[in-house]
């Protein structure tokens, strides 16, 4: 098994990227839905998909701890 580092993936992760890949999340469910991929396919374009949602995951409590330091800083004040 591959283990991947949180800091490589929340790096390269912008809130333009983050959108691109939900959207691409999205295209994943809609194809695996149809029912026309092979099951090599499925699990190959599963695995994408929780790969991309676990790249997310990490950008998004990023900015929930960026949001909470801030709401903090101004509770300080």
């Known amino acids: 098994m591959i283990k991947r580092g949180k800091a490589e993936n929340s790096e390269a992760m912008t809130a333009g990227n983050y959108e691109a890949k939900v959207a691409e999340i999205e295209t994943i469910i809609t194809r695996i839905e ?10 190959a374009q599963f695995t994408t998909a929780v790969e991309y949602l ?8 990023q900015r929930q701890q960026q949001v909470d330091l801030l709401l903090e800083t101004l509770s300080d004040d």
């Not at 149809?34 to 699990?43: A, C, K, N, S």
């Not at 676990?54 to 409590?61: G, K, P, S």
């Open 34 to 43: 149809t029912g026309d991929l092979e099951l090599e396919q499925v699990f």
């Open 54 to 61: 676990r790249q997310c995951e990490t950008f998004l409590q």
